[in-house]
């Protein structure tokens, strides 16, 4: 539910967006990877805070030098966690998408 309604809203802000992984549907973790254009691309994964909640953090960013490192470690990643759901938001400041999610 919660992965299509990601969809959905970048989609109708003008972003594109797509499932690059499909994990466990009732408790898959979600990792988002955020691009511009292709380029620049973030990947973050909810994380456990010390006060109990689980916040959005950037786990990876791509290297200019080598960026097929960023695609390796999607790889791996998924390799890890067979239950992981992996989400590209192809749009200008992506992070906006997450944020209102993180919170609650």
Not at 40 to 65: C, F, H, I, K
Not at 81 to 88: A, F, G, M, Y
Request: negative net charge.
């Amino acid at each position: 539910m919660e992965v299509g309604g990601l969809l959905r809203r970048v989609q109708a802000a003008g972003g594109f967006a797509m499932v690059l992984s499909k994990g466990e549907r009732d408790a898959g973790t979600l990792m988002v990877v955020i691009t511009e254009g292709g380029r620049n691309s973030r990947a973050y994964e909810r994380m456990p805070q010390l006060d109990g909640t689980r916040a959005w953090v950037l786990s990876r960013s791509q290297s200019l030098e080598n960026p097929h490192e960023f695609s390796d470690y999607l790889a791996n990643r998924g390799a890890q966690d067979p239950d992981l759901w992996v989400i590209e938001l192809d749009i200008a400041d992506g992070e906006r998408f997450i944020a209102p999610i993180a919170t609650s």
